[in-house]
């Protein structure tokens, strides 16, 4: 399996995960064909999108959730109001189906990753995947968390609806038997996402709180017109991005709704590129653009008034002005005395073979 997230990271370049999740049963019902065909087609539009990673979820209804578990998201999106109900129509795949998907996700050259929720799948998932994602559900699920440590892979882990002493109990738990690369995403637990509760600012406290980790951000906002939101994640220090995404955001139910579709994806990995562009280097120098520049619009020494071949260059003698190419202004101290060898005219820019060496 190719280390595409890992190698990005390691180059310092960004991340986009496309979290297919279940979203291709409805796809599947659109598009009337297989729900393995509709999984395998998203994966193949997420690559042509030039998103990096996809993301699915492998649980079963009976062991994610009880029979009267409520739901915490939006009727007016999903009208199911039973987390076990909701879950129970989007079970169907296992082991088999995710190693077809795995396999097909290497074909297409782009990275298979999928949350598992159980023993089970968590371990059926070990050979196809080289990152586990624990979800921010799971964060105080001690017992599975270091179940998955253990296995000693890279370690996605979303830290949505928690507070700082259980992340830092998430953390301590996972380095007590992983030493491998762990990732922190911030996420905000509310389907979807309204622009004013995204919170940001904490990416920036947990850079600080944990800065030997990668951070990053899991995104359940509606995509907004020009992307601010993934681009100011990005600004603060998100290196990956994890967002729901969709063939088509007007289906009902699910994740359709707050999910990025193809352009989408395509605009913010412009987006991002953009940036990147714009960032530069960090070091603290010249750039070659601005040479011409320098040259021309620093200071340069200037004879104040007509000089004649063997006078001493006097203060009254000298002034500053543009261009830079001569005896640059910062010169001016170490000039004064020197002997010129010719004549020189009013206004002229000073050049070091005018003067005498001495």
Known sequence: MEKIIETRLRQGKFVLIGEI????YDIAKKYQISVIEAAKLMIEKAKESGI????FQSYKAETIA??????YWDLTEEPTKSQYELFKKFDSFGEKEYQILAEYSIEKKIEFLSTPFDIFSADYLEDLMNFYKVSSSDLNNLNFIEYQARKNKPMIVSVGASDEDEIIRTVDLIRKY???QLILMHCVLEYPTPYEHANLNKILSLRKRFPDLIIGYSNHTKPDKNYDVIKTAYNLGAQIIEKHFTLDKTLKGNDHYHAMDCEDANQIIASIEKIDNMRGEESLKC???EKKARENARRSLVAKKNITCGEYLTEDMLTWKRPGSGITADKYESVLGKRAKVDILED?????EMLENN
């Open 66 to 71: 009880s029979i009267n578990s409520p739901y």
């Open 21 to 24: 999740g279940v979203n291709y």
């Open 348 to 352: 002229t820019v000073l050049q070091y």
């Open 52 to 55: 990096h990673a996809v993301k």
């Open 287 to 289: 750039l070659a653009s």
């Open 178 to 180: 992983n030493d491998k």
